[in-house]
């Protein structure tokens, strides 16, 4: 994101605001998600000729945690489907951090803000 948080001197940024805030890290989050996605549907599609349904739901169970569904018929798309899983374990972690950092760092800021701090600023 190209913009910071708010430091712990100022004041909480306004709900309203924060909707927003959360929003952009939710299309961020999103679009990372859906990127991950393609990579494993090409891949699938590639290197295990699957329909792209198939490609669809063993990408989205890999990047779900939950493994392929579809058995592997090549030593490529084997290979593809292992380094994919780590690609997909490290990708859902940062969405997940993505999604949940407004949230986490407003919850934190409102602990943490020095209200009497602010008023000198």
Same mark, same amino acid.
């Given at each position: ?13 306004? &709900?309203? !605001? ?10 961020? !989050?999103? @679009? ?5 996605? +393609? ?9 295990? %000729?699957?329909n792209?349904?198939?490609s &669809? ?6 990047? +779900? ?9 090549? %030593? !490529?798309?084997?290979? &593809?489907?292992?380094?994919?899983? @780590? ?9 997940? +951090?993505?999604? &949940? ?6 919850l ?6 020095? !209200? %009497?701090?602010? %008023?000198?600023?």
């Amino acid at each position: 994101m190209t913009h910071s948080f708010e430091h712990r001197h100022q004041k909480p940024i306004p &709900f309203k !605001a924060f909707l927003i805030r959360q929003g952009r890290y939710l299309l961020s !989050a999103t @679009l990372l998600l859906t990127f991950g996605l +393609g990579i494993g549907m090409l891949g699938y599609h590639e290197f295990e %000729d699957m329909n792209w349904t198939d490609s &669809f739901l063993n990408a989205a169970m890999i990047l +779900g945690g939950m493994g392929p569904v579809v058995p592997l018929k090549t %030593d !490529a798309g084997k290979i &593809f489907a292992g380094l994919y899983a @780590l690609f997909s374990g490290l990708v859902f972690l940062v969405s997940a +951090g993505l999604f &949940f950092s407004p949230s986490v760092h407003r919850l934190l800021h409102k602990f943490h803000f020095e !209200a %009497d701090r602010a %008023d000198e600023k």
